[in-house]
């Protein structure tokens, strides 16, 4: 019985200090003019802690933020995630602009190429990237049939709105030289399949960047 008052009073405890989190973060944004951050459901944070089996990483946190993923490490405030490294199967969700989410997905990659992230999964609401960064579709990718849904913090807890733009996730499969390109992109499209078209180059050749130095060197003709 104690115990149980004792649960309940810490789940009360953390809804009111997210409660808080969410008003403090509202009323500041609102002094100075700025429009209220949108987050990933935990539906969508869910998917990808299945895929990864765990989210140990996410670089792009803040406190309302990890109250949605709960991942096992975030940044602590005087560092910069840009500037240093990370670890483990990491959750990536930037807020802002095309230019801040290239900054994120840059960092992110070249984390996993080298081999300090296990695998990832980047969530963006700048579907201009497609465009903007092609070495995307080096990658599997789940482009949305429609607008997935997100949350805004407000001082009243989280709404449910549905973004003016587009949504798109990226995975970066787990580097584990034992499984086949299949097997490692197969959770990812079960996972994501039902709420939109996962896409994966078999054909990727040595990635963008090795075809584009290619490119450098050859200058096709069209």
Same mark, same amino acid.
């Given at each position: 019985m104690l115990e149980q008052e004792h649960l309940q009073s810490k789940q009360e405890g953390a809804k009111k200090a997210s409660e808080r989190s969410q008003k403090n973060l509202a009323d500041k944004l609102q002094a100075k003019g700025l429009k209220l951050p949108l987050y990933p459901t935990p539906q969508l944070i869910d998917r990808a802690r299945l895929v990864?089996? @765990? #989210?140990?990483?996410d670089p792009t946190s803040d406190p309302v933020q990890q109250v949605l993923v709960d991942a096992t490490s975030v940044p602590s405030i005087e560092i910069n995630p840009l500037q240093e490294h990370w670890h483990g199967n990491v959750w990536v969700a930037p807020k802002g602009a095309v230019r801040d989410n290239r900054l994120w997905l840059k960092k992110t990659l070249s984390e996993y190429r080298n081999g300090y *992230? =296990? @695998? %990832?999964? %980047? %969530?963006?609401?700048? @579907?201009? $990237?497609?465009?903007?960064?092609? *070495? #995307? /579709?080096?990658?599997p990718v789940c482009i949305p049939f429609k607008r997935v849904k997100q949350l805004r913090a407000g001082p009243n807890g989280f709404e449910q709105v549905c973004? @003016?733009? /587009? =949504?798109? $996730? #990226?995975y970066g499969p787990p580097l584990d030289q034992t499984l086949t390109d299949i097997d490692k992109v197969s959770l990812f499209y079960n996972t994501f399949r039902d709420i939109g078209r996962v896409i994966y180059s078999e054909f990727a050749g040595d990635g963008w960047t090795k075809d584009l130095e290619y490119y450098e060197e050859n200058r096709g003709n069209v």
């Open positions: 990864m089996g @765990s #989210i140990d990483f *992230v =296990n @695998s %990832f999964v %980047f %969530f963006s609401s700048a @579907s201009e $990237l497609l465009r903007a960064e092609p *070495v #995307i /579709w080096d990658y973004p @003016s733009t /587009w =949504n798109l $996730l #990226i």
